[in-house]
């Protein structure tokens, strides 16, 4: 049974980085497409990044400069590498997975069948 599983997230501070870890079990992430989504108290889960086949990674407009997606096809792991963290970057953030999509990666929740507990992030001072 594919399984995902986030780490990584804590508190940090306005300014600081993070990088979560997503760890598969069941398939490989080289032939998957892999993403990131997050939900804030209160609002709606939103897609963070994605990435797909041949490494092409899209990023939401307020992820864009600041966070990078990428996957080790030796340790089975996506991550998501956030800089510049800011206050409103607060939120439980998803890995989800989904089979090959090719290059273009669904920004839908219907998009992804397998998901994780969620690990979260605060930026605070």
């Known amino acids: 049974q594919p399984q995902v599983v986030e780490s990584g997230g804590g508190l940090v501070q306005p300014g600081g980085s993070l990088r979560l870890s997503c760890l598969a079990s069941g398939f490989s992430v080289k032939y998957y497409t892999m993403a990131w989504f997050r939900q804030a108290p209160g609002k709606e889960r939103e897609p963070v990044s994605c990435?797909?086949?041949?490494?092409?990674?899209q990023y939401a407009d307020s992820a864009k400069g600041r966070f990078t997606i990428s996957t080790d096809n030796a340790k089975n792991t996506a991550y998501l590498q956030m800089n510049n963290l800011k206050p409103e970057d607060t939120a439980v953030y998803y890995c989800?997975?989904?089979?090959?999509?090719?290059?273009?990666?669904?920004?839908?929740?219907?998009?992804?069948?397998?998901w994780g507990q969620g690990t979260q992030v605060t930026v605070s001072s």
């Open positions: 989800a997975a989904t089979g090959p999509t090719g290059p273009d990666c669904p920004s839908s929740i219907s998009g992804y069948s397998y």
């Open positions: 990435i797909g086949s041949g490494d092409s990674a």
